[in-house]
Structure formats: structure tokens, C-alpha cells
């Protein structure tokens, strides 16, 4: 079992810095791969960036590259979204999810444990 909790969301303007971080407590973190996805009211949840278990791998989905970084620190069991360069599209509750595999995934249905979400929103 893994529990995941997020925190640093908030209101910021466009152009603006945020830094998301994901708590994990449970099994086995540093054998997961995690993920961040958002979701804006009304849509389906979107995949964001991924890290694999080491950290060594990561990739992004094409509307954040150059702007968002995912990173892990597996000593104190911690993900995080360095989110720079923010839009007003990028508006939406993020969510950050644990796999049961050490690789990376896009899909939603590839990770089985999921935090309750922190809110973003850019706007000026």
C-alpha cells in the first residue's frame, strides 16, 4: 500500500514558478516509477511527466518540455513538478500516482495509487 499526498499548488500569474511536491509513505518507493497528471473540470485526466524508479529516466508530455521538470528523491521518499513558465492553460488540479513497476508509464491506467490532488491556477 502507498499513500501519496501533494502539496505546493496555488494562484500565481502567467510567467510565474511553482514548485508541486508528492509525499509517499507505504512500500517499496524507490522500486516505483511515479508520475504527475492533471485534470481541468469537465475533462479526462492528462498525463504530465513520469521519472522512473532510479531517476534517471524521465520524459514529459510535448505542451510542458522546456518548462516543466520531474524529479525524485528516493532517501526521503519525494516526488516533485518544477513548473516554470506557466500558462493559463496549465490551470488544473495535479495529481501525482505511484505505479507497482520501477518504469515509466503515460497511461493513467498504468499506476495504481493516487494522491487527492493540488490545486494550480495561472492567472493574471
Known amino acids: 500500500q502507498v499513500q501519496l499526498v501533494e502539496s505546493g499548488g496555488g494562484l500565481v500569474q502567467p510567467g510565474d514558478s511553482l514548485r508541486l511536491s508528492c509525499a509517499a509513505s507505504g512500500n517499496s518507493f524507490s522500486r516505483r516509477a511515479m508520475g504527475w497528471f492533471r485534470q481541468v473540470p469537465g475533462k479526462e485526466r492528462e498525463f504530465v511527466a513520469a521519472?522512473?524508479?532510479?531517476?534517471?529516466?524521465?520524459y514529459q508530455t510535448d505542451s510542458v518540455k522546456g518548462r516543466f521538470t520531474i524529479s525524485r528523491d528516493n532517501a526521503k521518499n519525494m516526488v516533485y513538478l518544477q513548473m516554470n513558465s506557466l500558462k493559463p492553460e496549465d490551470t488544473a488540479v495535479y495529481y501525482c500516482?505511484?505505479?507497482?513497476?520501477?518504469?515509466?508509464?503515460?497511461?493513467?491506467?498504468?499506476?495504481?495509487?493516487w494522491g487527492q490532488g493540488t490545486q494550480v491556477t495561472v492567472s493574471s
Open positions: 500516482a505511484a505505479r507497482d513497476l520501477p518504469s515509466t508509464a503515460s497511461m493513467e491506467t498504468a499506476y495504481r495509487y
Open positions: 521519472i522512473g524508479w532510479s531517476g534517471a529516466f524521465t
